[in-house]
């Protein structure tokens, strides 16, 4: 199906499959409608697997909104084997916050075709 959807397309369906797996209404609108910014990840510690290909991690993260303002937040994410090198300490990352409460985020990473593949089946 290479090229023959759009990304809007192909984003509607992967959010459509990822609320099947479990992933609250609460973080898609998150990831839909809130404040994109730059973190930085000050500690990661791992809390265990979580199926297959998925790791459970409490991140500590310092996030810098557009307007230079700096906060921290602790969250707790399931990310895939393939993102777990991304959010290393130190590492800089995409998130998407609410602006009502901060320390309910998204982590914005591009999806690689093992996403996909996992997603959707092969």
């Not at 192909?10 to 990822?18: N, R, S, V």
């Not at 609108?29 to 000050?42: C, H, P, Q, S, T």
């Not at 310092?62 to 921290?72: C, L």
């Amino acid at each position: 199906m290479k090229g023959q959807l759009s990304q809007e397309q192909l984003q509607a369906m992967m959010d459509e499959q990822l609320m099947k797996r479990g992933v609250s209404a609460e973080l898609m609108d998150i990831a839909r409608n809130g404040e994109r910014a730059y973190a930085k990840v000050l500690d990661v510690v791992p809390l265990g697997t979580s199926g297959s290909d998925r790791v459970k991690l409490r991140l500590t993260m310092s996030i810098t909104k557009s307007n230079g303002d700096v906060f921290e937040v602790v969250t707790e994410k399931e990310v895939s084997d393939a993102v777990l090198p991304k959010v290393q300490q130190g590492n800089i990352v995409r998130v998407v916050y609410s602006p009502q409460d901060p320390s309910k985020l998204v982590l914005e990473m591009q999806a690689t075709d093992a996403d996909v593949k996992g997603t959707f089946g092969a």
